[in-house]
Nanobody, 126 residues
Framework: QLQLVESGGGLVQPGGSLRLSCTASGFTLNYYAIGWFRQAPGKEREGVSC????????NYADSVKGRFTISRDNAKNTVYLQMNSLKPEDTAVYYC???????????????????WGQGTQVTVSS
């Protein structure tokens, strides 16, 4: 069973930054495309960003373009989400997940992903 673990969440003021990490438990992430998602209270899960296994292709939701950057370090078996210029509306639980094979490279649909981590809380508030 593939298991992902997210970390790096916390409380930050508007305009601040956080870096989230997604690591694998017991297997290598190198072969998989990874997506970041978030879910705020009372809202549906929303795709934030995704990255191919090679790291050469990425995609972002319009709401985070220019503020968030996804990257990966396969030597460290980790995928990152650098979040800058954070806004209160970015407050959510953030999850990472593995994309199913043969799904669109740009997909941010939660149904195209599996093996969800437990999530890490990000709160943007003054």
């Amino acid at each position: 069973q593939l298991q992902l673990v997210e970390s790096g969440g916390g409380l930050v003021q508007p305009g601040g930054s956080l870096r989230l990490s997604c690591t694998a438990s017991g297997f290598t992430l190198n072969y998989y495309a990874i997506g970041w998602f978030r879910q705020a209270p009372g809202k549906e899960r929303e795709g934030v960003s995704c990255i191919e296994n090679s790291g050469d292709k990425t995609n972002y939701a319009d709401s985070v373009k220019g503020r968030f950057t996804i990257s990966r370090d396969n030597a460290k078996n980790t995928v990152y989400l650098q979040m800058n210029s954070l806004k209160p509306e970015d407050t959510a639980v953030y999850y990472c997940a593995i994309r199913f094979e043969y799904r669109s490279a740009s997909s941010l649909r939660s149904g195209d992903f599996h093996s969800w981590g437990q999530g890490t809380q990000v709160t943007v508030s003054s």
